[in-house]
C-alpha cells in the first residue's frame, strides 16, 4: 500500500514538473523566431541589385555588418534576420531625358535585372525567383528565400510604352514612376527646381494604365504629392509606397502624409516602412555637419547617382569622414515602429508593410541591416500586436495588392 501510495506521489510530481515546463513561457525572441517560421515575410525594396554587379562581391557569402563594403543585404543574413523574400530593384538615377539618355538608362536596368536571374541561378539551392505570390508560397514551402524584380525609376522607359511589357516578362513586378528628380512620367517629391508640381504627364497616365493591363504593380514612393493623387485616381488597380514612412512622425517630403495615408487605403493599396534613418526620425541640425554634406554634393552629386565605381568610392569615404566628424544621432526600432502605429492609428492595420530601403540607406540602432528585421518583430510583439497583425504587416497586405493587381490585369 506504501509502495503504491509512492508510486502515486512520484508520477504526481514528474507530471507537475512536465506541466512547469511545459507552461514556461516564451521570451519576446522566441515568440518572434516561432512567428516568422510561420509566415511568409517580405521586403518590398532595396537597392542590392547594384551589389549584384560587383565582381569582389558575392551575396551567397556573410559579410560583417559593421563594414561598409559588406552592404546591408546578403543570403545568410536574410536567414538570420528571419526574411523570406526580397523585392531587388533595378534602380537607375536621373538623367538626361534624350534618345542617349534612354538607351543608356535601359541598358542599365537591364543589366541589374540580368544579374537578380543569375544570383537566383547561382545560388538555387538557397533562393528562387518568384514573380507572384503563390511562387514566393511555394519557395518558402521548400525551405528557400524568394527573389522577387521591380525597377526603382520609369526612367529607363523613355517615352516608349512597349518597354513597360518588355520589363515585365523579364520578371519586373512593379515600377517606382520616378526617383529624386522629375521624368517624363511624374514629378518627384524632391525635385523643386521647378516650384511648380506638374504631377503626372499624360504618357505617365499610359504608363499607369499598362501596368494596370500588363497586372504590374504601380509604386508611387517618392512621387510628388500631386504626382501621387493623380496616380491614385488614375490607376484602375491598388497602388503601393513601395518605401515610404509616415510624415507626421517624420516631417521629411519623401514620407506620406496623413490625407495621402488615407486616400492610399480608400483605394485598397499599401504603404511600406522604409527603414532610412532620415524618413525615420529628423536629426538637430549640425549646421558644420550640413556644410560639410553640401560642400561635399557640390563636388560630387548625388551619392545615389553616381553611377562611376571609383569616384563613388572616394564621395563614400568623405561622407564616413564627415559623419565620424560630425556623429548624427540615429533613430531606433523603436522610432520605426512608431511609424506603423501610426498608420495603424490612421487607416487601421491593413494597410501597412515593410520596405527596408536597404543598399539605399540605413541608419536605425537594432535594425541596420537585414540581419536586425527580426527585432522589428520583437518589438511589435512587446507592443501587443496580435500574431495575425504581424503577419498583415509583414507580408500580408502586400501580397494582398499583389494578388488584386494580378486579378484586373487586362479587365
Known sequence: MKRTILGIAVSTLIALAGCTVAQTPMTVEQKARELHEKILTVDTHCDTAFSLLRTDWKIGDR?????????????????????????????????????EGYAKAKDAALKAVEAVRRMAETYADT????????????????????????????????????????????????IT????????????????????????????????????????????????????FEVLAASKAPIIASHSSARAVCDNPRNLTDDQLRALAKSGGVVQICFLGAYVKT???????????????????????LRDESLREKAMAERDAINLKYPQSR???????????HVKKVVGIDFVGIGTDFDGGGGVVGCDDVSGMIHVTEELVRRGYTDREIEKIWGGNFFRVFEKVRALAGK
Open 177 to 228: 514612376l520616378c526617383h529624386s528628380s522629375d521624368n517624363d512620367i511624374c514629378d518627384s517629391s524632391t525635385d523643386r527646381r521647378n516650384p511648380e508640381d506638374n504631377g503626372l504627364s499624360a504618357f505617365g497616365r499610359e504608363v499607369v494604365a499598362e501596368c494596370n493591363r500588363l497586372g504590374m504593380i504601380v509604386d508611387v514612393s517618392h512621387a510628388s504629392e500631386k504626382s501621387f
Open 331 to 341: 533613430p531606433n526600432v523603436q522610432d520605426l515602429v512608431d511609424h506603423i502605429d
Open 283 to 305: 536629426p538637430p541640425v549640425i549646421p558644420e555637419r550640413e556644410q560639410a554634406i553640401k560642400e561635399m554634393e557640390a563636388k560630387y552629386g548625388s551619392l545615389r547617382d
Open 63 to 99: 559579410h560583417d555588418p559593421a563594414l561598409r563594403a559588406s552592404g546591408k543585404i546578403d543570403l545568410p543574413r536574410m536567414k538570420e534576420g528571419g526574411l523570406d523574400a526580397e523585392f531587388f530593384a533595378a534602380f537607375v538615377g536621373q538623367g538626361a531625358r534624350t534618345p
Open 127 to 174: 533562393i528562387g525567383l518568384a514573380v507572384d505570390p503563390a511562387g514566393a508560397r511555394r519557395l518558402k514551402a521548400e525551405g528557400k528565400l524568394t527573389a522577387f524584380i521591380g525597377m526603382e525609376n520609369g526612367y529607363p522607359l523613355g517615352r516608349d510604352l512597349s518597354l513597360v511589357k518588355f520589363f515585365y516578362d523579364k520578371g519586373v513586378r512593379y
